[in-house]
């Protein structure tokens, strides 16, 4: 069972070590590094999901590629200074790991659910095709003041419902983590593939907070 302090932020994601694994940072002794899991969608298509795991959890030493695993943990983010403005970057951060020796039939490979606060307006939009959609940016709370920064998206009846939150207003989510590439413009003549990671709603609720 997960301690109080993260049960408001609930990863599970089953998939493939796709690179190497990058050291990030060091805290108290403690190394944590970086590698990237790719993760099956129903459809034919997957999702690149950046991990970042303990040298105490993992030997970052061995070459794990291909290495099926299942990973829980907690959607992260932090803040990176890049181009004289600060980019937002997301990663599952791994408490507990487990490798699997064959794909599991049924299993759902990509789940998360949150508890947190709106804390920007919400963007209600609709595609080309009509299809209606809501951007919601969700803080949800870490232990020592801390908060976690998630985008999230909305489609259809729930984009509707996401369109009328409040910001500061209580609401829950469930649903997985997607990877999209765009291009960024960084000058007229040169732009750059990146990756953005969002939460892909499935199910959302908004909180009644009590007087």
Same mark, same amino acid.
């Given at each position: 069972?997960?301690? #109080?302090?993260?049960?408001?932020?609930?990863?599970?994601?089953? +998939?493939?070590?796709?690179?190497?694994?990058?050291?990030?940072?060091?805290?108290?002794? %403690? +190394?944590?590094?970086?590698? *990237?899991?790719?993760?099956?969608?129903?459809?034919?298509?997957? *999702?690149?999901?950046?991990?970042?795991?303990?040298?105490?959890?993992?030997?970052?030493?061995? *070459?794990?590629?291909? =290495?099926?695993?299942?990973?829980?943990?907690?959607? =992260?983010?932090?803040?990176?200074?890049?181009?004289?403005?600060?980019?937002?970057?997301?990663?599952?951060?791994?408490? %507990?790991? %487990?490798?699997?020796?064959?794909?599991?039939?049924?299993?759902?490979?990509?789940?998360?659910?949150?508890? +947190?606060?709106?804390?920007?307006?919400?963007?209600?939009? #609709?595609?080309?095709?009509? =299809?209606?959609?809501? *951007?919601?940016?969700?803080?949800? @709370?870490?232990?020592?003041? #801390?908060?976690?920064?998630?985008?999230? !998206?909305?489609?259809?009846? @729930?984009? =509707?419902?996401?369109?009328?939150?409040?910001? +500061?207003?209580?609401?829950?989510?469930?649903?997985?983590?997607?990877?999209?590439?765009?291009?960024?413009?960084?000058?007229?003549?040169?732009?750059?593939?990146? !990756?953005?990671?969002?939460?892909?709603?499935?199910?959302?609720?908004?909180?009644?907070?009590?007087?």
């Amino acid at each position: 069972m997960m301690d #109080k302090v993260i049960e408001n932020n609930q990863v599970s994601i089953v +998939g493939v070590i796709s690179s190497q694994f990058q050291f990030s940072h060091e805290i108290f002794g %403690e +190394g944590f590094y970086m590698v *990237d899991i790719v993760v099956k969608r129903l459809s034919d298509s997957s *999702d690149i999901i950046p991990l970042m795991v303990s040298d105490r959890l993992l030997d970052v030493t061995e *070459d794990m590629e291909g =290495r099926q695993i299942r990973v829980m943990g907690q959607f =992260r983010s932090y803040n990176r200074h890049e181009e004289k403005r600060n980019r937002l970057v997301l990663s599952v951060f791994a408490r %507990e790991v %487990e490798f699997l020796d064959e794909e599991e039939d049924g299993v759902k490979t990509n789940q998360i659910f949150l508890d +947190g606060y709106v804390c920007k307006e919400p963007i209600y939009r #609709k595609t080309p095709l009509g =299809r209606e959609i809501a *951007d919601l940016l969700i803080a949800v @709370n870490r232990p020592y003041g #801390k908060s976690d920064y998630i985008p999230c !998206i909305c489609w259809g009846r @729930n984009a =509707r419902f996401a369109a009328n939150f409040q910001v +500061g207003g209580h609401t829950r989510i469930w649903g997985r983590i997607q990877s999209r590439e765009y291009m960024k413009k960084l000058t007229e003549e040169e732009s750059e593939r990146r !990756i953005a990671y969002e939460v892909s709603v499935s199910k959302l609720e908004y909180v009644e907070e009590d007087d």
